[in-house]
């Protein structure tokens, strides 16, 4: 493995954007990370609630060109997209690694009961499937139940932070008999602090355990 791997981070919203550069710093500080950003994928798969075969291939176009760039490894950081990812797992010959998977394989190490706090609806269908998938592989029966936040992503895509992590932490004791809860996406890694804050189980956010995976990947 090259001593600064070029790790192309893929966005399709900016508020995923510094919460993997946090865990990068935290995790990988040797890492080049660059940085790809097509918001008009999310803002796109907002208004339709399928994901479209023209919505896939645009996807993948964006993909394919982050291999191009000299890529070791590709992390993408949007959770809406997963049948798009499949495919560039298949058809590129380098790491493309699901923003959730790491966090999935952890929270179903937990125990049986998962809790996920969400902020982008659209997101949560194609993420179910991922974690019913991983629960398959690991032969366990760990089942999801899910929260959408309401608003708090449009907050944040407006500058507040604060009253998006208080909308999900206000969320959380729903979920308290949970014997793990995740933060379903990159950007709702930010109110890790304030969910913990308010119950005793395990919290989980995706950037760090994506960085991590990641560096395993690659080095393999």
Not at 81 to 94: K, M
Not at 98 to 107: D, I, L, T, V, W
Not at 143 to 154: G, K
């Amino acid at each position: 493995m090259a001593a600064s791997p070029r790790i192309v981070l893929l966005h399709a919203t900016p508020v995923a954007m510094e919460p993997i550069r946090n865990a990068f710093a935290r995790r990988w500080p040797t890492a080049e990370t660059v940085n790809l950003l097509d918001d008009s994928l999310s803002v796109d798969r907002a208004r339709d609630p399928e994901l479209t075969d023209e919505m896939i291939e645009r996807f993948i176009a964006f993909g394919r060109y982050a291999h191009r760039s000299g890529a070791d490894g590709i992390l993408i950081t949007c959770s809406a997209f997963g049948p798009a990812i499949d495919r560039l797992i298949d058809e590129l010959p380098i790491p493309v690694l699901k923003p959730n998977e790491a966090m999935f394989r952890a929270a179903i190490a937990q125990g049986r009961r998962i809790g996920m706090l969400a902020t982008f609806a659209p997101a949560v269908v194609t993420m179910r499937e991922e974690f019913d998938e991983f629960v398959r592989q690991a032969a366990s029966d760990a089942s999801l139940t899910t929260i959408v936040v309401d608003r708090a992503i449009d907050l944040l895509r407006q500058g507040d932070a604060a009253t998006h992590n208080e909308l999900v932490a206000a969320r959380a004791p729903e979920l308290k008999t949970s014997d793990a809860i995740m933060l379903a996406h990159f950007s709702t890694s930010r109110a890790a602090e304030a969910v913990r804050a308010v119950v005793d189980v395990p919290v989980l956010t995706a950037p760090d355990a994506a960085v991590e995976l990641m560096q395993q990947l690659v080095a393999a």
